[in-house]
């Protein structure tokens, strides 16, 4: 694997900090996308789906099915070592959901984003 462009890769480092060390949901960082990149992320859904309907949709689908095991599990982490050791100091929590947003409008990744980023 090789890293991409700087920017992607404090992005990368972002997520961790965001979900592993802080406990962001993804509802969070959806919210924070929508503000940051107004328009450009206006198909970004902002709700969860409950545990008990994912756990009735895997009965039928076996993709859902590899989710169960970590639904309501709690991952704690840290990026201390990384911290202390690397002297990674990672970048705002907006700032990083921004980017992340702005970088996969401007591949065109998102459905509809390749017309707008040509």
């Known amino acids: 694997m090789i890293p991409g462009p700087d920017e992607e890769v404090k992005v990368v480092n972002w997520i961790y900090q965001a979900f592993i060390s802080e406990g ?10 929508k503000t940051r990149l107004g328009a450009a ?27 169960v095991p970590e639904l309501g599990k709690s991952k704690n982490g840290s990026g201390e070592k990384a911290r202390r050791l690397l002297g990674w ?23 509809d984003s390749a017309k707008k980023a040509a």
């Open 89 to 111: 100091a990672p970048r705002s929590r907006e700032d990083a959901i921004a980017a992340t947003g702005e970088s996969l409008v401007r591949l065109g990744l998102l459905k």
């Open 41 to 67: 992320a206006r198909r970004v859904p902002t709700r969860q789906v409950p545990n008990w309907l994912v756990r009735m949709f895997a009965l039928i689908d076996p993709a859902a099915q590899q989710i």
């Open 24 to 33: 962001k949901s993804e509802s969070e960082i959806a919210k924070a996308l």
